[in-house]
């Protein structure tokens, strides 16, 4: 098999095995808190956020890891787990960097292009 499918392969197992972590734990959690406020969600993304930066940080140590399993459990796993561990990243590296305005900028047009194509989006729906 290339590296390339190999790769390909290992995203694919991660984020499948990532996306039925996170229906595991979503569903877990809105039991276990009524569902009254989306524990869930940010449960999950908080975790996600923590797990992305415990691997980037030993990534960025020298922990060797082969690249496709890299891909694997950062792109596959966490990308199937929350992609919002992939927008906290790409924030702090941002910062990391000072690029103070750059990062400052994602945050708020993520943010608020994120909630207006949900209000778009959902409002097409209802007159669709």
Do not use: K
Not at 37 to 63: H, K, M, S, Y
Request: glycine content about 14%; hydrophobic content about 60%; aromatic content about 10%.
């Amino acid at each position: 098999m290339s590296a390339g499918a190999q790769t390909w392969l290992l995203v694919a197992l991660g984020g499948a095995a990532g996306t039925l972590l996170r229906w595991g734990l979503g569903g877990w959690l809105a039991r276990a808190t009524g569902g009254t406020f989306p524990w869930e969600t940010l449960v999950i993304n908080v975790a996600g956020c923590l797990g992305i930066g415990l691997l980037a940080g030993a990534f960025d140590r020298g922990a060797l890891l082969p690249p496709p399993l890299r891909m694997a459990l950062m792109v596959g796993v966490l990308g199937g787990f929350t992609t919002f561990s992939t927008f906290a990243l790409e924030t702090l590296r941002l910062a990391l960097d000072a690029q103070w305005a750059a990062a400052a900028s994602y945050v708020a047009l993520s943010n608020v292009l994120g909630l207006a194509a949900a209000w778009a989006g959902h409002r097409a729906a209802l007159v669709a």
